[in-house]
């Protein structure tokens, strides 16, 4: 289903992204559309995949000077979509995404993203954080932002999975931000957020994946460390990747100096997928991910 702002709601500029499958005329029936009602298009970026003959779309538009009712102009946006099998995203530029972050005891990539947060780097409406244990609560407090205490155990795991997902919910949340919450998620709560939650993996994925990369790198004698943003799905660390982070090292690095450094590309990747991703410019395309 389509994803848009009421009329009610006081908006001159939207973003619309889509994927179809690829065809002569698309542009020119999405552009047409807009024409013929007067919206006036401003940003535009697409790619046509020749492996999986689909055709990706994102356009920033303003409908200040629109000749139709907002309800008209959706309803031929929902005709056109049916007609070229689109899925598509429809939003106001101004209606921020409702983010939630998630962290565990390392604080250094929930440091980064309210950082960027308060100085209106990232253009996300960041709701509160939720967390197994109580270290980051005086920093998130600090940002005036709520810190949900939910503690885990094996036997727990179910409930407090639950949980997270109350929390998230009633704050109203669109996208969930795993920053270095250092807990699986079981496959039925990867179900409910598949494409509604990012997490942060310390390693250049595919390689490494799983528990202590740093450590497995260095084993290997590796020139280059990395992070990986990439969405959550119930295949441990294998889902879409959004962004990716690199380091040069050399032979003289110990596992301690790698996980140090690993700290600035973790942050630096994981806001990049967060801003993308509340920037409507990331697209699925399978296992991959289209970036506009």
């Not at 070229?84 to 939630?100: F, G, I």
Request: hydrophobic fraction near 40%; charge should be negative; aromatic fraction near 8%.
């Amino acid at each position: 289903m389509p994803e848009y702002a009421s009329a009610a709601d006081a908006c001159d500029a939207y973003i619309l992204s889509f994927k179809c499958p690829d065809r002569i005329g698309v542009v020119a029936l999405y552009s047409g559309l807009l024409y013929a009602v007067e919206a006036n298009i401003t940003e535009v970026s697409n790619y046509s995949d020749p492996v999986t003959r689909t055709f990706f779309l994102r356009c920033v538009f303003d409908i200040s000077g629109i000749t139709v009712d907002f309800e008209e102009f959706t309803a031929r946006l929902a005709a056109l979509a049916a007609e070229l099998d689109m899925e598509y995203t429809l939003r106001c530029v101004a209606e921020r995404p409702r983010v939630m972050l998630a962290v565990s005891k390392y604080d250094h990539c929930l440091s980064a993203l309210l950082t960027k947060w308060r100085a209106g780097a990232l253009p996300a409406n960041i709701v509160g954080v939720v967390s197994n244990h109580e270290d980051c609560r005086e920093l998130s407090e600090w940002y005036g932002l709520p810190y949900h205490h939910l503690p885990i155990t094996r036997e727990t795991k179910p409930q407090q999975e639950t949980a997270m997902l109350e929390v998230f919910e009633a704050a109203g949340g669109d996208l969930l931000v795993l920053a270095r919450y250092m807990q699986i998620l079981s496959d039925t709560l990867c179900e409910k957020l598949r494409g509604r939650a990012i997490n942060i993996h310390h390693s250049f994925l595919p390689g490494f994946k799983g528990a202590k990369p740093y450590h497995q790198a260095y084993e290997r004698g590796v020139k280059v460390i990395g992070a990986t943003a990439h969405y959550v799905t119930p295949d441990l660390d294998e889902g879409p990747i959004i962004a990716q982070e690199v380091r040069p090292i050399d032979h003289e690095i110990s596992v301690e100096q790698m996980v140090h450094l690993g700290h600035d590309i973790e942050s630096a990747a994981l806001s990049q997928a967060v801003r993308l991703h509340c920037e409507q410019r990331v697209i699925l395309n399978g296992q991959r991910t289209v970036i506009l």
